[in-house]
Structure formats: structure tokens, C-alpha cells
């Protein structure tokens, strides 16, 4: 046979077999409602979400989608891939100050940020962190932006050459080969480098902090438009996920232990459940997932302090990237009667 | 032996249809290479005037580098002379022709074609079953047979130079033009290559211009050896060999001719010397 | 024919040298991590578990036929384009001088600093990992086969023209056949940048439900498994090396074997 045979039969069989596989293999078609997320319990309540959806109406309403980090994520968001996303809150903010037309809905969590520092390190206060490096999310994150807030508070120099921008996922291994000297994101992944024996609690955020705020869920303008039905639907799911998260928080946390289940699985985080299980109750106000309307007061003072630490010109107002109006003051949403079976 | 040979092409229409009898004809013939970077201008040849009739075997001899590819490659049609007038087929050259295939100086075989399919690169025109006749045909002549599939980088130099020369003679040409054909070949596989070029000429009868810087191959193969000046060149003799082939290299008139040619290239000394 | 033998090496000790070395190799591996007690770092053992588990629970073969099917198509557009471009460049001046600086401005830019524009321009589907292996793997093809028309040996075109071809005779029978053997090298160099690139395409968020190798590297290493990430930098290498013996089979044909060294 001649190489010219040869080179066309095989790249067609090669490429035609390899085509056949893999559209076996993924023949499920995409879901038309793409919501992202990072595997961090901030974005707990979309997996949980998602899963008893599923369990109770046999297929969900949207496909998750897993990032490792926030640029990735954005890109997504502004290449209108994704319809809606869980997001750290000043980011958020600033895509809306530079004009991509995106509305925050629901809070995601409260509480949930630790700052670790490796278990050998001479860091014991905060005072110890002048002059270190620290690794946070994002500037544009609320991570950010409660170390401002502290380390006046605390008469800390903040140096912003020091903070270095890293994927969530990547931290705990820049802390173990000790590349930074403090990490900060939202859990599991800080507990994580406490499970695995290097990491140390230098602060959990609701000790400086209190009802913290790190993630959101921000949706296109034009999907709340168009769509308003399904937003409304994702965004009662979500309150309702929440609610059932801490239905049973102070007695036998029993839904937290599901919730650690359910996001623990292969296509939600990918992480241990014992890890899960493990932010979620100890102790159980490490974050929480009650109180996650969106309220005028919270964001003026991340706002506030955004344009203190130079990452907002404060052109948008509140009014501009929130929208109240899908769980309005005064409308409360049930925990699902759900349990997860064993 | 049994080189009784194939038999003469009797089949294929003669085109030598030239008024005068003249293959080529040139007229002041010159060439100048533009100087490159600053250099002057290098004149190559100095104004050539030259006949070759139908049916005969030129050889053109010269000093390396006197102009000599220069030259075939006017005639051939791949470079354009400066000056005056070139006659091929009594028509002006305008560019290469298929009425006349050059044989080049390094192999032109196609290295990706086999033997059989380098001899037939020229005969798309003609039906399968001539154009398999034509290539058996050649095969033949130039002694390839047992060869038909292999590829080029499979045969020696000698055998390659065969299979260009089998490809010029397929497309049946008016002329060949052939520039140092053997020059990289053996001394042995040189002399047999020759004798074997002049039996398939005697049968054939194509205008052939040859050109070499061995006087020796000159003298075995030509009608007439052109003799050319170093560069520029220029006609220093015309050498007509008036002897019977295949030639005798002992004979006196053989040596007498090879004297000849020389005493034009200014090296008698060297000639008697030997 | 007349090849010299080189002198040869018995059958035995080629195989027992490379497998000496390999053996070492992961022993070694094994000291250290025992060692330096890391908590991290995987041993040979737990990578070769981790591969395991990924089997068992299927979706190893899964992540091997994505990867496969995202390079092997960008690979197959970029050949498809790539090499009718580069001819065009090599042989008409004018389409040289138009695109070739532009080419030769895009080419040194890594596929990932592409990234983030891929997902701008691609989003989430499979178009923008593939964007990235097919730029990857354009650049190369194209400048390799645009080499291959200007190192034609000026001798085939001059014969080629002297028996009156047409252009498009001309361009299947000389041009195609004498610009092959580079083409083929282009390519073969190609499809290994290729499979390379697909650790940096997968990290633009894929479809999980598909993955791929890259894919498996990245989501390990968030999830802290490591064992995994060695497991599918091994896979990688392996298949990428299968990849390559299997082009290499067609330099072996008698259309191309003329322009490589007989040996
Ligand atoms: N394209 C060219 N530009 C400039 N000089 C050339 C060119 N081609 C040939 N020459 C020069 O012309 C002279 C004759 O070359 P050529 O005809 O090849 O000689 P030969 O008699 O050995 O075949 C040489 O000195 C060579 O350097
Ligand atoms: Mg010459």
C-alpha cells in the first residue's frame, strides 16, 4: 500500500474510531443553565443544590461547573458560557464596575475564611504577619479585603507587593513547601493543611470578622431577564440548601454531615468527605449558611473598603450589581424535606 | 553477448523537420552575470558563434568553469543570454521545451518515483499501454531490466544517470542536452556509460550536446568537439573527429585528435608530457 | 545495496540497558520519598495504585479517549490547514511577504498564554482546550512545510519544467512528492507538541464529565492527590511515546525514505 493510503485509511480510522468513543461516552447533552463554582465550601450550597434536585426531580435544573480558580471562572462568566456563578463578592463588583452586565442575588455563605500559617512558623499573632507573604484568592476577594480591614484594626503595615494572587486549590501545597508564609481561602482547603499535619489556625474569619462574607451568586442581567423563572427557581434552591444545611447545625448537624457527603463526590469537589465533614462541625460556626439575603449594609462596607484598599474607584452603587428583589425582605424559604439515604 | 539490442523506434514521427538542416544555431552568443555586492559585473561568455546540425553528436570542452553549463543552459531555455542570437529548432528559445529534455550535470531522477515511473514522467500523454511499451522499451536499451521497481536511492550513480537518460530519450526529443552527465561516476562505469550513450545515439539518432571537461570523452563520443577558451569563453578550435565508432583509443588518428584539442586548450606541453 | 552494517548491539543488552536504567530510576524514586518521609509526594507503588483505582472505576480509559480526541482532532484541522497554507507561503512571494511576519509574531507566544482568550472566545465547550492544541500545533506544520517548498533541490523543478507540466501537474507530481519527507517530520514534530500541550489546553475548565489526562492532572493536584498527578504525567509520556512510533511508520515508506539518512 502506498503511504498516501495508509496516512488517509488510518488517521480516518484512527480519528473516526477515537470520535466514536468519545461521543459514547458523552453523548449526555449539555444542560442549557451552567452555574460555576470552586471546590471551597463557600460554594457548598451549589452541589447540594444540584444533588437533591436531582434526587427529588430526577435531573437538575442546571449543570455545576467546577473551576480551580477565579480567572478561569470569569473569563467563562464574561464569554457568557456560564449563566450564573458562585463568586468571591468584590470580584463580582468589579466586573460590574467595568461594565459587564452581571447582578448579585444571593449570598453563598457566612464566615468560612482561616488564615493558616505552617506549624513551624514564628508567626503567633497577627502582628507577626507585618512584612510576610501571604497567598490570597484574588484581589479582587474579600480574603483581600478582611486583611485590610484587620491589619488596621490592628496597626499591621499592609504591604500589597506581599500578597501574592493564587488558585485556592494550589495553596495548601505553597504552605507545605513553605513558598508563602500565611495562606488564606475559604474552606476546606485551609483545614485541609491542618488535617494533613502542617497547617495552623492563625484566625478563622468570624473572629475578626463576624457574618464575613467571602462568595456570592451573581447571574447575567440578560438571564435574569430572559430566564427570571429559572433564576428564581436556582435561587430558592439555594436559600432552601442553606436553610437545610443549618437546619440542625447546634444538635446533630446531621444535613452538615450529608451536605460533606454529597459534595465530597467526584463531580462536585473531589476532596475527602472526612475533610468536609470536618470544617463543617469543627466547630460549626466556622461557616455558616443562614442570613445569606443580600442586605444594603454588607456590601457599603466592602465597598467602602475596596476603595480604601484600591481595587474599586466606587463608581457603582449598591443598586447597580445587587438584585434583592428574587428573596425580597419579609419572604422567608424553607429548608427542603430532604434526607440524604444511607 | 547478446546485445543485439532493442530495436530502432521506427514508430515515432521525426520531427526534424528544420529548414536548413540546423538543430541549433547561435550568433554572438553572450552572457553576464550582474556583480553580486559591489562586485563588477562577471562576463561569462564572450560572444559564441555555433552550428549543430540534425542528428549529430556536439561536445563542447572547456576549463572548469569557463562557462560551459552556461551555455546548455541558454540552449536548454533555463537562463537568458545577454546577448545575441539563439536559434533552437529554428525558433527562438524561449524557455525549457519538451522537444528537448537536458540530462543534468547532478541527477535529476525524481527520488520519490521508482525506475519505471521516472522513465515514464514524460509520457502522460500517451495511453497506458503505449506508454508501458515505451518504458519497457527503454528499460531495455539503457540496461535497467531487473531494475524496473527499484527506487533510486537503490542504484548506483551509473545506474541513475541511465534512468535520467532513459527518461529523456521516452519523451522522444529532437534534442538531449546532457552537462557532465558522467562527471561523478567511476572511471570504469565513465567508459562503459560512453560506449553505451554512442550505441544508443547509433540507434536513436537524436542531436546530442554534450558538454564535459574530459578531453578523452570528448574525443570518444563527438562529431565534433567545440572547443572553449577560460572564461570568458570563447570558440578557440572546432575539432571535427571523422573516426569510426566505436573508437579505438590507441589508434594514431584518435591521438591525433586528442593532440588537437590540447595544443586549442593551450596544454599541448602537458598532452606530449604524458 | 550497499549499507554498511553499523556494528550491532545484541538483542539481550538492548533491552536489559534501558530496563537497568528504568529500574533504578523508580528505585531511586522509592529511597527518596522514604527518605525525606514526604507527606506528599507519592511513591512508585501508590502511582501505580492510583492508575488502579482510576481503571476500576472507568474513567481511565474515559480521560485517555478525551485527551486523545481533542488532540488528535486539533491536530487533524491544524495538518489540514496548516500544510496548504505553508505551501502556499513557500511558493507564492507575495503570500510570503503578507502573512510570514505575522506567522513569525504569533509563533513564539505559548498556547498558555492563549488561555484566557480561548475561554473568552470558546467558553466552556470543547472548542477552547482544542483551540489551544490546534494553535499549538498550526505554527509548527505551517512554517515546516513553507521550509520544505523553498528546500526543493532547484534540479526536480528544472526538470520538471523542462517536460512542460502544467501547474497543477506540477504541483502533484514534483512539488507534493519532494516537499513530503519534510512535511512528514513537520508533522511528526507537530503531534508532539501537540499531546504536550494538553496538561496546559485541559486546564481550561473541561467538560469533567469527559476529563482527559490533563484534566486528571490538574483536578488531582487540587485535590491534593498527588499519586494521581504522577499517574497521569506517566500516562502522558507513554502515550505520547506510542503516538510518535506510529507516525514514525510512515517515514518508513518508499515515497518519503529518500530524504532521510539511510540508516
Ligand atoms: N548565476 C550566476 N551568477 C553569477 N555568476 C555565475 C552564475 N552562474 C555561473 N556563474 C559563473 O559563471 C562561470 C561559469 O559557470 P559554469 O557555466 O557553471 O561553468 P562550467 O564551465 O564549469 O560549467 C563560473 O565562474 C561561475 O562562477
Ligand atoms: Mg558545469
Known amino acids: 500500500m502506498s503511504l498516501k493510503s495508509v496516512a488517509l485509511l488510518g488517521s480516518l480510522t484512527i480519528l473516526g474510531g477515537i470520535s466514536a468513543v468519545y461521543f459514547h461516552y458523552n453523548q449526555e447533552p449539555r444542560r442549557n443553565f451552567q452555574i460555576g463554582f470552586l471546590p471551597v465550601t463557600c460554594h457548598l450550597t451549589c452541589p447540594v443544590t444540584h444533588f437533591i434536585n436531582e434526587q427529588m426531580h430526577g435531573e437538575g435544573t442546571y449543570d455545576p461547573r467546577r473551576f480551580n480558580g477565579f480567572p478561569e471562572m470569569k473569563e467563562a462568566f464574561i464569554s457568557k458560557d456560564l449563566h450564573a456563578t458562585f463568586i468571591i463578592a468584590p470580584l463580582a463588583m468589579k466586573m460590574r464596575e467595568q461594565g459587564v452586565p452581571i447582578k448579585i442575588v444571593h449570598l453563598g455563605h457566612r464566615d468560612g475564611t482561616a488564615l493558616m500559617v505552617h506549624k513551624d512558623s514564628p508567626i503567633r499573632t497577627i502582628k507577626d504577619l507585618q512584612g510576610k507573604k501571604i497567598a490570597i484568592p484574588s484581589y479582587y476577594s474579600n480574603q483581600h479585603l478582611i486583611l485590610y480591614r484587620t491589619f488596621q484594626r490592628e496597626g499591621v503595615r499592609y504591604d500589597k507587593n506581599l500578597l501574592i494572587e493564587t488558585p485556592p486549590p494550589e495553596m495548601p501545597v505553597n504552605l507545605a513547601t513553605k513558598q508563602v508564609d500565611a495562606i488564606i481561602a475559604g474552606e476546606p482547603l485551609m483545614a485541609k493543611t491542618e488535617m494533613d499535619g502542617y497547617g495552623r489556625v492563625l484566625f478563622l474569619s468570624k473572629d475578626v470578622w463576624p457574618n464575613f462574607i467571602s462568595c456570592v451568586l451573581a447571574v447575567r442581567e440578560d438571564v435574569i431577564r430572559e430566564r427570571r423563572f429559572e433564576v428564581q427557581d436556582l435561587v430558592d434552591g439555594i436559600a432552601r440548601s442553606g436553610k437545610w444545611i443549618d437546619e440542625d447545625k447546634d444538635t446533630t448537624m446531621s444535613h452538615r454531615m450529608q451536605a460533606a457527603d454529597i459534595a465530597a463526590k467526584k463531580q462536585y469537589f473531589n476532596q475527602k468527605p472526612e475533610l468536609i465533614r470536618y470544617v463543617l462541625s469543627k466547630p460549626p460556626d466556622r461557616v455558616k449558611y443562614t442570613n445569606l439575603k443580600v442586605r444594603r449594609a454588607d456590601f457599603e462596607e466592602i465597598a467602602a473598603l475596596g476603595v480604601a484598599a484600591g481595587i474599586f474607584n466606587g463608581t457603582v452603587t449598591f443598586d447597580d450589581y445587587a438584585d434583592t428583589s428574587f428573596i425580597p425582605e419579609g419572604r422567608e424559604i424553607d429548608a427542603w424535606k430532604w434526607e440524604l439515604k444511607q | ?274 | 545495496m550497499s549499507l554498511a552494517q553499523p556494528r550491532s548491539t545484541p538483542t539481550w543488552l538492548a533491552l536489559l540497558l534501558p530496563l537497568t536504567v528504568a529500574v533504578i530510576f523508580i528505585g531511586i524514586w522509592h529511597v527518596a520519598v522514604s527518605w525525606t518521609q514526604s507527606l506528599i509526594f507519592p511513591r512508585p507503588w501508590e502511582v501505580v495504585e492510583g492508575m488502579l483505582e482510576l481503571a476500576t472505576k472507568g474513567v481511565l480509559h474515559k480521560y485517555i479517549i478525551s485527551s486523545l480526541f481533542r488532540v488528535l482532532w486539533s491536530f487533524a484541522i491544524a495538518a489540514l490547514l496548516g500544510v496548504p497554507f505553508g505551501l502556499l507561503l513557500g511558493w507564492w512571494r507575495p503570500a510570503n511577504l503578507a502573512f510570514n511576519p505575522i506567522l513569525q509574531l504569533l509563533r513564539p507566544i505559548s498556547p498558555i498564554a492563549w488561555i484566557p482568550l480561548s475561554i473568552l472566545w470558546f467558553g466552556l465547550s470543547e472548542a477552547a482546550p482544542m483551540f489551544l492544541i490546534f494553535l499549538s500545533s498550526f505554527f509548527p506544520i505551517t512554517l515546516s512545510s513553507m521550509a520544505a517548498v523553498r528546500n526543493i533541490q532547484p534540479v526536480y523543478l528544472r526538470a520538471a519544467s523542462n517536460f512542460g507540466l502544467g501547474r497543477f501537474r506540477l504541483f502533484t507530481a514534483v512539488i507534493l512528492p519532494a516537499t513530503l519527507p519534510q512535511i512528514l517530520t513537520g508533522l511528526r514534530i507537530a503531534l508532539g507538541i501537540a499531546w504536550l500541550v494538553v496538561v496546559a489546553a485541559e486546564m481550561v475548565v473541561v467538560n469533567p464529565k469527559a476529563g482527559g489526562l490533563g484534566y486528571l492532572i490538574n483536578d488531582s493536584r487540587s485535590a491534593g492527590r498527588y499519586d494521581l498527578v504522577v499517574a497521569g504525567m506517566v500516562l502522558i509520556g507513554v502515550i505520547g511515546l506510542i503516538l510518535d512510533l506510529l507516525i514514525r511508520q510512515l517515514e518508513k515508506f518508499d515515497e518519503v525514505r529518500w530524504a532521510y539518512a539511510t540508516q
Open chain 2, 1 to 274: 553477448m547478446k546485445s543485439a539490442g532493442p530495436t530502432p523506434r521506427n514508430d515515432l514521427p521525426l520531427r526534424h523537420t528544420v529548414p536548413n538542416g540546423l538543430a541549433v544555431s547561435l550568433r554572438d552568443l553572450r552572457m553576464t552575470f550582474p556583480g553580486q555586492r559591489g562586485q563588477p559585473p562577471v562576463e561569462v561568455i564572450a560572444g559564441i558563434d555555433l552550428d549543430v546540425h540534425v542528428g549529430e553528436f556536439v561536445v563542447l570542452v572547456g576549463p572548469s568553469g569557463c562557462g560551459k553549463s552556461t551555455v546548455l543552459n541558454i540552449l536548454g531555455g533555463f537562463q537568458q543570454a545577454s546577448g545575441g542570437q539563439i536559434v533552437v529548432g529554428g525558433q527562438p528559445v524561449h524557455g525549457p521545451d519538451p522537444r528537448r529534455i537536458f540530462v543534468f550535470q547532478e541527477n535529476g531522477v525524481f527520488p520519490w518515483l521508482n525506475v519505471v515511473d521516472n522513465i515514464g514522467f514524460g509520457l502522460s500523454k500517451h495511453s497506458r499501454a503505449e506508454r508501458e511499451q515505451l518504458i519497457a522499451h527503454y528499460v531495455e536499451m539503457v540496461g535497467l531490466k531487473g531494475f524496473e521497481k527499484a527506487y533510486p536511492r537503490e542504484l548506483s550513480g551509473g545506474m541513475r544517470q541511465r534512468v535520467e537518460l532513459a527518461r529523456a530519450l521516452a519523451a522522444n526529443p529532437e534534442i538531449i542536452w546532457m552537462d557532465e552527465p558522467f562527471g561523478a561516476l567511476d572511471y570504469l562505469t565513465r567508459l562503459k556509460m560512453r560506449s553505451d550513450l554512442v550505441r544508443i545515439w547509433q540507434s536513436e539518432r537524436k542531436t546530442i550536446v554534450f558538454v564535459t571537461h574530459d578531453i578523452d570523452e570528448a574525443v570518444q563520443l563527438a562529431d565534433r568537439v567545440v572547443v572553449l577558451t577560460p572564461r570568458p569563453a570563447k570558440i578557440a578550435a572546432i575539432v571535427p573527429i571523422d573516426l569510426p565508432r566505436p573508437r579505438d583509443m590507441d589508434a594514431p588518428d584518435y591521438l591525433h585528435a586528442r593532440d588537437r584539442i590540447f595544443e586549442a586548450m593551450g596544454n599541448l606541453a602537458l598532452a606530449r608530457g604524458r
